[in-house]
């Protein structure tokens, strides 16, 4: 009788895994933070934005359901390679670097599959609108103090010019946003897609950013764990959305369409 139970105990674990593994393969999990805009959440908890209809437009095509699930930008390369996430899908720079395990610069496309890239962005510094008239150029950002968002392109930009132990990190960069405002660093770098939606309005309207100072151009592109079959699906089906002209319309529908750049190659 005890071998019987055992049997069927694990039979029904087994069916369970089995059950579980169809279910997984039949949602995509996306890493997000918080970015207004992009991936935020309306006043009942549904999940908006243009990346997060853009996932969800995805998902669609692949017959697979979209969950988003809020990660610690710091820690999405270990939330993607554990497998808790499928893909990072939050602005994310591509042509940029982070530090693989060892603490050693690399390529994110090194640590990373990159989907084709579908939008334009850069890096910008903000700071109080009462102190833009004082950096002029990088080297009056040298000896301030800073915040970024941990393992992100403005965090690596932000040590090329003040000294590392000036730069504290947040969980994302609308934390860096709410440390500048509230006086406790002199500048932030982050995406210039959140700053223009930012500074100047509500909370953030005594901010403004540095045009003076102009960084590089950057293009945001989904991450997969490397050897992802996923890559492929989602290229194709971003390739479909950008044919079908829905990519475009969801571009317009959050003021995105002048930085919408659908692209194969992501250096």
């Given at each position: 009788?005890?071998?019987?139970?055992?049997?069927?105990?694990?039979?029904?674990?087994?069916?369970?895994?089995?059950?579980?593994?169809?279910?997984?393969?039949?949602?995509?999990?996306?890493?997000?933070?918080?970015?207004?805009?992009?991936?935020?959440?309306?006043?009942?908890?549904?999940?908006?934005?243009?990346?997060?209809?853009?996932?969800m437009e995805v998902g669609k095509i692949l017959g697979m359901e979209v969950e988003f699930q809020e990660i610690d930008w710091g820690q999405k390369y270990n939330e993607l390679n554990s497998g808790a996430i499928d893909c990072i899908w939050n602005g994310f720079t591509a042509n940029s670097t982070d530090e693989d395990s060892s603490g050693k610069e690399v390529k994110r496309s090194d640590l990373?599959?990159?989907?084709?890239?579908?939008?334009?962005?850069?890096?910008?510094?903000?700071?109080?609108?009462?102190?833009?008239?004082?950096?002029?150029?990088?080297?009056?950002?040298?000896?301030?103090?800073?915040?970024?968002?941990?393992?992100?392109?403005?965090?690596?930009?932000?040590?090329?010019?003040?000294?590392?132990?000036?730069?504290?990190?947040?969980?994302?960069?609308?934390?860096?946003?709410?440390?500048?405002?509230?006086?406790?660093?002199?500048?932030?770098?982050?995406?210039?897609?959140?700053?223009?939606?930012?500074?100047?309005?509500?909370?953030?309207?005594?901010?403004?950013?540095?045009?003076?100072?102009?960084?590089?151009?950057?293009?945001?592109?989904?991450?997969?764990?490397?050897?992802?079959?996923?890559?492929?699906?989602?290229?194709?089906?971003?390739?479909?959305?950008?044919?079908?002209?829905?990519?475009?319309?969801?571009?317009?529908?959050?003021?995105?369409?002048?930085?919408?750049?659908?692209?194969?190659?992501?250096?």
């Amino acid at each position: 009788m005890k071998k019987f139970l055992c049997l069927a105990l694990a039979i029904v674990m087994c069916a369970f895994a089995l059950v579980s593994c169809k279910k997984d393969d039949k949602t995509l999990t996306c890493g997000v933070t918080i970015i207004p805009g992009l991936n935020e959440k309306d006043a009942d908890g549904n999940w908006t934005g243009f990346e997060s209809e853009f996932a969800m437009e995805v998902g669609k095509i692949l017959g697979m359901e979209v969950e988003f699930q809020e990660i610690d930008w710091g820690q999405k390369y270990n939330e993607l390679n554990s497998g808790a996430i499928d893909c990072i899908w939050n602005g994310f720079t591509a042509n940029s670097t982070d530090e693989d395990s060892s603490g050693k610069e690399v390529k994110r496309s090194d640590l990373v599959d990159f989907s084709y890239g579908y939008m334009l962005n850069q890096q910008c510094v903000v700071v109080k609108a009462a102190d833009v008239a004082k950096y002029k150029t990088e080297a009056d950002l040298s000896g301030k103090t800073a915040c970024v968002e941990s393992g992100s392109a403005g965090a690596a930009y932000a040590k090329t010019v003040t000294d590392e132990d000036k730069i504290s990190d947040a969980t994302a960069q609308v934390k860096a946003f709410t440390e500048l405002g509230a006086g406790a660093v002199d500048f932030i770098v982050v995406d210039i897609l959140l700053a223009q939606n930012l500074c100047g309005k509500g909370d953030y309207a005594d901010l403004a950013i540095v045009e003076a100072i102009e960084l590089e151009s950057e293009i945001y592109a989904v991450g997969f764990k490397k050897g992802s079959e996923l890559t492929e699906k989602v290229n194709a089906a971003i390739k479909e959305l950008e044919e079908n002209g829905k990519l475009m319309e969801l571009a317009k529908k959050y003021k995105f369409e002048n930085v919408l750049k659908v692209t194969e190659t992501i250096e």
